[in-house]
Nanobody, 116 residues
Framework: QVQLVESGGGLVQAGGSLSLSCVAS????????MGWYRQAPGKQREVVAS???????NYAASVKGRFTISRDNGMNTVYLHMNSLKPEDTAVYYC??????????WGRGTQVTVSS
């Protein structure tokens, strides 16, 4: 059974930084593309960043230049480093497979709140 556990969220002022982690158990992520997704209140879940098995990454336009996705295959972990945070980045952040997330693998996510 695959389990994805996100952590690292919190409350931060605008312009601040946070680093999120996603640890996987039950599956070796090294050959899989992974994504960080977020869902703000009243909005659809959206992908913010993705990373392939070779480490190549892509970002949503809204976070490009501010967020960095990385992975440590030995630790079965994917990271999201977020800089220059804005109030509109406030959301619950999740990780899952990319480009097709698996419904049963959605975890609890980690709350990121950016105050103005």
């Amino acid at each position: 059974q695959v389990q994805l556990v996100e952590s690292g969220g919190g409350l931060v002022q605008a312009g601040g930084s946070l680093s999120l982690s996603c640890v996987a158990s039950g599956s070796n992520l090294s050959s899989r593309a992974m994504g960080w997704y977020r869902q703000a209140p009243g909005k659809q879940r959206e992908v913010v960043a993705s990373i392939r098995s070779d480490g190549s990454a892509n970002y949503a336009a809204s976070v490009k230049g501010r967020f960095t996705i990385s992975r440590d295959n030995g630790m079965n972990t994917v990271y999201l480093h977020m800089n220059s945070l804005k109030p509109e980045d406030t959301a619950v952040y999740y990780c899952n497979f990319f480009p097709t997330p698996i419904k049963m693998y959605w975890g609890r996510g980690t709350q990121v709140t950016v105050s103005s």
